[in-house]
Nanobody, 120 residues
Framework: QVQLVESGGGLVQPGGSLRLSCVAS????????MGWYRQAPGKQRELVAT???????NYADSVKGRFTISRDNTKNTVYLQMNSQKPEDTAVYYC??????????????WGQGTQVTVSS
């Protein structure tokens, strides 16, 4: 069974930094796109950043120049380095990945989410 598990969330002051990690586990044949989404209270879930297996990245305009997505294919892990954080970055952050398991069909998987709070 494929699972995505996020870690690294927490409370940070405005201007501070956090690094999120997400590990995909289970019998995985291949992982294509990996990404991060976030959902603030009362708002829809929105894209933060994605990265392809070969390293091509895409960012929401609101985080460009502040956040950096990266991945380690040998560890089935994606990271999100968040710098210069703002109160509006406060949200639950979800990991997302396009995975082909050894048994089963290619599908998109979600993590359980990790809370990030930016506040003084």
């Amino acid at each position: 069974q494929v699972q995505l598990v996020e870690s690294g969330g927490g409370l940070v002051q405005p201007g501070g930094s956090l690094r999120l990690s997400c590990v995909a586990s289970g019998r995985i044949f291949s992982i294509y796109v990996m990404g991060w989404y976030r959902q603030a209270p009362g708002k829809q879930r929105e894209l933060v950043a994605t990265i392809t297996r070969t390293g091509t990245t895409n960012y929401a305009d609101s985080v460009k120049g502040r956040f950096t997505i990266s991945r380690d294919n040998t560890k089935n892990t994606v990271y999100l380095q968040m710098n210069s954080q703002k109160p509006e970055d406060t949200a639950v952050y979800y990991c997302n990945a396009d995975i082909i398991p050894f048994h089963g069909s290619r599908d998109w998987y979600w993590g359980q989410g990790t809370q990030v709070t930016v506040s003084s």
